[in-house]
């Protein structure tokens, strides 16, 4: 079974920056669509992110374009997320998602079929 490691959560203030990896336990060549998801309690799961399996087309929610920039790089079967100008309402538990798909195109954004989920790493933005 396909496993995906998320890291690099952490707290850090409002207007700083962090990055996060998603690190799948088997090869994934280049036909994953992959996407960051967040959720706080209580509140419904929110796509963040996404991106082709061969690193074309991101796709952004508005509330994080021009600050957010997803990638991969699938020669170490990792997906990223670098996190810019970090806001307090960026603060919830990030979720790296993947699903393969015909020549690795997610198509629709966000996508709620994802078949595999990382257990979720926490960031906390402060004020």
């Known amino acids: 079974q396909l496993q995906l490691v998320e890291s690099g959560g952490g707290s850090v203030q409002s207007g700083g920056s962090l990055t996060l990896s998603c690190t799948a336990s088997e090869d994934i060549g280049s036909n994953a669509c992959m996407g960051w998801f967040r959720q706080t309690a209580g509140e419904k799961r929110e796509g963040v992110a996404q991106i082709n399996g061969g690193g074309e087309n991101p796709r952004y929610a508005d509330s994080v374009r021009g600050r957010f920039t997803i990638s991969r790089d699938n020669a170490k079967r990792t997906l990223y997320l670098q996190m810019n100008t970090l806001k307090a309402e960026g603060t919830a538990v990030y979720y790296c998602?993947?699903?393969?798909?015909?020549?690795?195109?997610?198509?629709?954004?966000?996508?709620?079929?994802?078949?595999?989920w990382g257990q979720g790493t926490q960031v906390t933005v402060s004020s």
């Open positions: 998602a993947l699903i393969f798909t015909i020549n690795g195109y997610c198509l629709r954004f966000p996508r709620d079929d994802y078949k595999y």
